[in-house]
C-alpha cells in the first residue's frame, strides 16, 4: 500500500514513461512485489547503492547517446512529417540520417552507401513493404548480415511481429513512437552491432597472431602446412602442376655471433621481403622456422620455379642489411599431377634439393626432378 501511494502521488509530477526507482532498506521480496505492481520501475537496496550509481551512470549515457555520434541510418518511411520527427530525434545524438519513401530508393542507396542500422516503416508508398526490404537484406547472406534492422509499424499484433522477427528483423518499435523507448532500442542495437565488430576484429587478431610470423610478417609453420594440402589437393584435382622452393639463409649463426641478434633479425625480415615481393596472387610464402623459408607456386613449370629462384637468390646476394652481406641457398621440386604425392614427400624433395645445394658450396639453386630420383633409386636396386 506504501509503494501504491508513493507511485501514484509521484506520477503527478512525471510523464507516464519516467523510470521510478525506489531505495529501500527493505530487501524482502513481499516489498519488491509490491513496488513492483505499484508501478515503480525497478528496486535498489541501500546496501548496495554501488548498483544504482552504475545504473545511474549507464541511464545518461543511454539517454543522452552522445556514444552514437557518426553512426550512419537509412530511414525508410514515406510521411514527410514522420521523417522529420525521426531525423530530429536522431541527429539529436550526433547520428547522420539518410531517408528515403520506398523500398526501391532503398535498394539503391545502399548500392552506393554505406550504413550502421536501418529503420524502416512497415507499410511504404509502392508495391514493396518494409517487411519485403528486410527480406531483400537478409537474403544477401554475407553482405548484410551484421546490419541492424528496426521495423516500425503501427500494428502490433503477435503474429505480425513473429513474421518480422522470422524474416530477419533484430528488433520492432510500435507506433506512434515513444521517443525515450524508441532511442533506447536504436541504442541497443548499434551497441550490439559495435560489440560484433569488436568481437570479430578480436578474432581476426587472433587468428592472425596463431598464423603469422611475428617478425617478418609471412605465415608461420602452421599457416603453412594448413593451406598447402589444400593447394596440393587442388593441383591432384585440376590436373596442374606446382612447384615448392626451400630457402635457407648461407650461415646465419655467423651473423647472429658476429652482429647481434638484432642484426640477425633485421636480415631475416630483409629476406622475407624479398620473397614477398615475387608473390603472384595465390602463391604462399611463409618463413618455415630459425632461418628456413617456403614457397609454394600453384601453376607454375619447373623451368618457372627454377628462374623464380634464381631470381630471389639474386635479389638475397645484393642484400647489405648494415654492412652485411649474405646469400641463401634455394632447393626446388615440383608436383607431377600425373604422379600424386604426399605434401611431405614433396617438401621432402625440395628440402633434399636445398642440402644438396649447401653441400656443393651454398648460394645456388638445385632441383630436384621426381623421374631422376626414381630412375637413380631403380639403378641402385
Not at 513492483?36 to 554501488?50: E, P
Not at 554475407?142 to 503501427?154: A, E, F, G, R
Not at 653441400?359 to 630412375?375: D, Y
Amino acid at each position: 500500500m506504501r509503494c501504491r501511494l508513493l507511485a501514484q502521488s509521484l506520477r503527478q509530477f512525471v510523464s507516464k514513461v519516467t523510470p521510478l526507482r525506489l531505495v529501500s532498506s527493505d530487501g524482502h521480496d513481499s516489498l519488491v512485489q509490491e513496488a513492483f505492481r505499484a508501478g515503480i520501475t525497478d528496486v535498489f537496496q541501500r546496501t548496495r547503492l554501488g548498483d544504482l550509481l552504475a545504473y545511474l551512470r549507464d541511464f545518461f549515457r543511454r539517454m543522452y547517446c552522445h556514444d552514437l555520434a557518426g553512426e550512419r541510418i537509412l530511414l525508410v518511411e514515406d510521411s514527410r512529417t514522420f521523417v522529420q520527427m525521426v531525423t530530429n530525434i536522431l541527429q539529436r545524438c550526433g547520428i547522420e540520417v539518410d531517408s528515403v519513401g520506398s523500398v526501391t530508393q532503398a535498394r539503391q542507396l545502399l548500392a552506393k552507401k554505406t550504413y550502421h542500422m536501418i529503420i524502416v516503416d512497415l507499410v511504404l508508398e509502392g508495391e514493396e513493404s518494409g517487411l519485403s526490404l528486410v527480406r531483400h537484406l537478409r537474403q544477401y547472406g554475407q553482405t548484410y548480415i551484421k546490419l541492424p534492422i528496426l521495423v516500425m509499424t503501427s500494428f502490433d499484433d503477435s503474429t505480425r511481429r513473429i513474421e518480422l522477427f522470422r524474416a530477419g528483423a533484430n528488433d520492432y518499435v510500435p507506433k506512434p513512437l515513444v521517443e525515450a523507448e524508441f532511442l533506447a532500442r536504436v541504442h541497443n542495437l548499434l551497441t550490439a552491432r559495435k560489440l560484433f565488430e569488436r568481437v570479430e576484429e578480436q578474432e581476426r587478431s587472433m587468428r592472425e597472431l596463431a598464423t603469422t610470423d611475428q617478425l617478418t610478417g609471412l605465415g608461420n609453420r602452421h599457416f603453412f602446412f594448413e593451406l598447402a594440402a589444400r593447394y596440393l589437393a587442388r593441383a591432384e584435382r585440376e590436373g596442374r602442376a606446382m612447384c615448392m622452393l626451400v630457402a635457407d639463409i648461407d650461415h646465419f649463426k655467423q651473423v647472429n655471433d658476429q652482429h647481434g641478434h638484432a642484426v640477425g633479425d633485421k636480415v631475416l625480415r630483409a629476406v622475407g621481403d624479398v620473397l614477398r615481393a615475387f608473390l603472384r596472387k595465390g602463391d604462399l610464402v611463409a618463413r618455415f622456422g630459425g632461418e628456413e623459408f617456403v614457397f609454394l607456386m600453384p601453376n607454375c613449370s619447373a623451368e618457372d620455379a627454377f628462374a623464380k629462384a634464381e631470381k630471389i637468390r639474386r635479389d638475397c646476394e645484393h642484400l647489405d642489411v648494415g654492412g652485411v652481406r649474405l646469400t641463401i641457398s634455394i632447393g626446388v621440386a615440383c608436383f607431377d599431377p600425373g604422379s600424386p604425392e604426399s605434401l611431405d614427400s614433396l617438401f621432402g624433395r625440395a628440402d633434399k634439393a636445398l642440402y644438396d645445394a649447401k653441400r656443393l658450396g651454398r648460394n645456388r639453386v638445385v632441383m630436384h626432378a621426381r623421374q631422376i630420383e626414381e630412375s637413380v633409386r631403380g639403378v641402385s636396386e
